[in-house]
T-cell receptor, first 115, second 113 residues
């Protein structure tokens, strides 16, 4: 497996502002993903973070609202832009270990509250 | 589109009894089925997975069965213990380098002492 960390672990933000969440892995990974988990709900894939190219977004999620960077094989960021209270959620990154299976391992998550 | 349905949404069992959670999937090309356990305030943790070339897999007190014809799979936990209390998510994906996982809606399992 891999050690996956996220920063910040939690934050409280004002509406209209933006927050950037970082995901760091201790080894190179092929795939990195960003999920949203609203309170009491399941996990919804926001996008696949592609190294060296633009992220691939799922239906209902757009780059202007959730810009993603993936500068290398161990790091990615997700920005939640122009936040509203509806963006209050847990945001999790996950990784698919390079050269192994398609098993995904999750980071600890970032709990975001928007006032 | 792809969909994974999970039942029940909540389950309460007596400690020591068995618990069964069931899922169905819509994409017949799905061939990888992981199960995740999420304790309160924690990240989802993979507890067991199964691929389409096998029908059953066991790991101590947990087992997963897969029926590809019916497109359903189940998680079985035997001799339940208090630490089994959590939310369990089933998921399905097609194996590939760009695979994405579709999650079920989750089952909140409570173990009664």
């Amino acid at each position: 497996s891999a050690v996956i960390s996220q920063k910040p672990s939690r934050d409280i933000c004002q509406r209209g502002t933006s927050l950037t969440i970082q995901c760091q892995v201790d080894s190179q990974v092929t795939m990195m993903f960003w999920y949203r988990q609203q309170p009491g709900q399941s996990l919804t894939l926001i996008a696949t973070a592609n190294q060296g190219s633009e992220a691939t977004y799922e239906s209902g999620f757009v780059i202007d609202k959730f810009p993603i960077s993936r500068p290398n094989l161990t790091f990615s960021t997700l920005t939640v832009s122009n936040m509203s209270p509806e963006d209050s959620s847990i945001y999790l990154c996950s990784v698919d270990l390079a050269g192994t299976t398609d098993t995904q391992y999750f980071g600890p998550g970032t709990r975001l509250t928007v006032l | 589109g792809e969909n994974v349905e999970q039942h029940p949404s909540t389950l309460s069992v007596q400690e020591g009894d068995s618990a069964v959670i069931k899922c169905t999937y819509s994409d017949s090309a799905s061939n990888y089925f992981p199960w995740y356990k999420q304790e309160l305030g924690k990240r989802p943790q993979l507890i067991i997975d199964i691929r389409s070339n096998v029908g059953e897999k066991k790991d101590q007190r947990i087992a997963v069965t897969l029926n590809k014809t019916a497109k359903h799979f189940s998680l079985h936990i035997t001799e339940t213990q208090p630490e089994d209390s959590a939310v369990y998510f089933c998921a399905a994906s097609r194996y590939s380098s760009a695979s994405k996982i579709i999650f079920g809606s989750g089952t909140r399992l409570s173990i009664r002492p």
